[in-house]
């Protein structure tokens, strides 16, 4: 028996878990409605559908998307857009529409403070049937890829997707429009409305919607316990990032031209699609890291960091102190651009006498995915 509970996962404990000698439930999924929606609509309408990539895994469109809406599902919106929508080769542009913005975006600008800084997020405080609003529209209709209406309100949704459907219309664009809630998601496009529900099984049970995120987490846990087991014993931040990794997987198949259901066997990239690959997942994972509320790690810190190391060792030889990522501090030394990452390895090398790459690091996330696609379908 498994139970879904509508609550902040990293504010409920999980108490009600399976032991012996008494009924309980065998599996416990606690989340949010709203990070439940954000992520429906990455698995439904997931921003490496809206661009194209060229031969060798490179994008060869910048992703502009449009969320009108900033409460808590607008919010839970941001930041999957963010953590997916970053591409080798793609430039990322995020505008916002809210004219409460000002007085309700306070918690996402205090937790996810460094998506500020390190994306183009443009706000703008008016509402979305505005004259603002319609010059916006009439400006970048061609560079815009993706929009989401999230007010929060029916009715709301409904008379903005309708106007923005006949201004799309008359300038003969076909973009479609996604409305998303905490019951879940529509697509609206020129032949059909498309529903899909969080109250349905394949939404609401682990077991389909966080299968590939489980079997990650299990491969990196190394043990001779369950997927399951590994599951239900990690902590909510390790569970974010197997669900981010796992979420981003299909964009890979795309970059390479394989069906977003496809199993990759054999020669399935080139050098340079790998390479490109590897510089999306690396992007990728910064995002999630800034979305989380972490920062880069400045010269002093790691400075610093680098010193309690060689003492740490000196005391114990088999310490597992880590020089480069601070999880109280929320600070780490990889959450810099790729090109940077060389020398980081290099820097790391000379002070612990390993040999630690980087970027080699980022291309083993990409290589494990057929094994863990494998898995999946059994």
Not at 147 to 169: K, P, W
Not at 181 to 204: M, N, P, Y
Not at 214 to 241: I, Q, V
Not at 254 to 270: H, K, Q
């Amino acid at each position: 028996t498994s139970l879904t509970i509508f609550a902040n996962e990293d504010e409920t404990q999980n108490t009600i878990m399976s032991a012996d000698g008494s009924y309980t439930y065998g599996s416990i999924l606690c989340v949010s409605q709203e990070i439940l929606a954000a992520r429906l609509l990455m698995h439904k309408a997931p921003p490496w559908e809206a661009i194209s990539f060229d031969e060798n895994g490179r994008a060869t469109e910048d992703f502009h998307a449009l969320v009108v809406g900033c409460g808590r599902v607008g919010q839970a919106v941001i930041k999957q857009l963010v953590m997916n929508g970053q591409f080798s080769g793609s430039r990322f542009a995020l505008t916002v529409f809210d004219p409460n913005y000002p007085s309700v975006c306070g918690q996402l600008k205090h937790e996810s403070r460094e998506i500020f800084s390190h994306y183009a997020i443009d706000a703008q405080p008016f509402d979305a049937r505005s004259g603002e609003m319609y010059d916006f529209l009439q400006e970048n209709y061609r560079k815009i890829k993706y929009i989401v209406l999230c007010t929060g309100n029916d009715d709301t949704n409904r008379e903005i997707a309708r106007q923005m459907y006949h201004f799309f219309s008359i300038h003969n664009c076909s973009l479609p429009i996604l409305v998303c809630s905490r019951r879940g998601l529509q697509r609206i496009t020129d032949a059909k409305v498309e529903r899909w529900d969080i109250f349905a099984s394949e939404v609401l049970c682990s077991d389909d919607m966080d299968r590939l995120a489980m079997l990650l987490n299990h491969s990196y846990c190394g043990n001779d316990k369950t997927p399951r087991e590994n599951w239900e014993a990690c902590d909510y931040f390790s569970r974010m990032s197997s669900r981010a990794s796992a979420d981003f997987a299909p964009a890979f198949l795309r970059m390479v031209g394989l069906a977003p259901d496809a199993v990759p066997e054999g020669n399935w990239y080139t050098p340079q699609q790998l390479e490109n690959m590897a510089i999306s997942e690396h992007e990728r994972w910064n995002a999630f890291h800034f979305c989380m509320g972490f920062r880069g790690m400045t010269e002093e810190e790691y400075g610093e960091r680098c010193r309690i190391y060689k003492e740490e060792k000196a005391k114990n030889p088999a310490s597992r102190y880590r020089i480069g990522k601070d999880v109280s501090k929320r600070i780490h030394s990889c959450l810099i651009p790729w090109e940077e990452l060389d020398a980081l390895s290099a820097a790391e090398n000379a002070v612990t006498g390993g040999h630690v790459d980087y970027k080699q690091m980022d291309r083993n996330n990409v290589l494990t995915l057929p094994d863990l696609l494998k898995s999946a379908k059994k």
